[in-house]
Nanobody, 116 residues
Framework: QVQLAESGGGLVQPGGSLRLSCEVSRGSSIGTMGWYRQAPGKQRELVAEITPAGSTTYSDSVKGRFTISRESVKNIVFLQMNSLKHEDTAVYYC???????????WGQGTQVTVSS
């Protein structure tokens, strides 16, 4: 079983910054890792993802403001969020693909609230 532990969410004012972290319990065979978010009444959407080789993908809504990175030795993925907006408010979920079947495992989610 692969477990993901997220941290770093909270309340921040518009224009502020937060850094999310997600550590995966299994040390090997971890593939692409990513962050998704789900706002109230909306579907879960991709925010950013990063492959083991370091290739990244971002949603258009966060390009230039968010940066995803990973520490492959420890299987930790980070999401640096700058210039936060009200519309970034959501529960943020970490996702990791495991093994040759690329089974998806999810974290429990961490709340990010952008409000003045």
């Amino acid at each position: 079983q692969v477990q993901l532990a997220e941290s770093g969410g909270g309340l921040v004012q518009p224009g502020g910054s937060l850094r999310l972290s997600c550590e995966v319990s299994r040390g090997s065979s971890i593939g692409t890792m990513g962050w998704y978010r789900q706002a109230p009444g909306k579907q879960r959407e991709l925010v950013a993802e990063i492959t083991p080789a370091g290739s990244t993908t971002y949603s258009d809504s966060v390009k230039g403001r968010f940066t995803i990175s990973r520490e492959s030795v420890k299987n930790i993925v980070f999401l640096q969020m700058n210039s936060l907006k009200h519309e970034d408010t959501a529960v943020y979920y970490c996702k990791a693909l495991y093994g040759w079947l690329e089974t998806a495992f999810w974290g429990q989610g961490t709340q990010v609230t952008v409000s003045s």
